[in-house]
């Protein structure tokens, strides 16, 4: 028997501890035969560090806030790489 997505359940977790792991058991006691797959639920921070302190997301654009997430991100990636 293949692994295809029918029988893959799919539990969100996320911050809330008990609402996570009373989601993951009852999976678990419900979905003996099943494959079970964790999807950790991340809402993103309202803020981000910069070098010349913090900003607050709400106050900029959502264009604006993307394009910095963007450049955080990117690098994020060149220090990894190098």
Not at 27 to 49: E, G, Q
């Amino acid at each position: 028997m293949g692994s295809s997505a029918e029988e893959t359940i799919y539990v969100a977790i996320g911050k809330n501890v008990e609402r996570s792991k009373a989601a993951l058991f009852g999976a678990l006691d419900n979905f003996v035969h099943k494959k079970i797959c964790l999807l950790h639920v991340h809402t993103p921070a309202r803020s981000a560090a910069l070098k010349d302190g913090n900003f607050v997301a709400y106050k900029l654009k959502e264009n604006g806030v993307k394009i910095l997430r963007k450049d955080i991100e990117m690098q994020r990636n060149q220090m990894c790489q190098g």
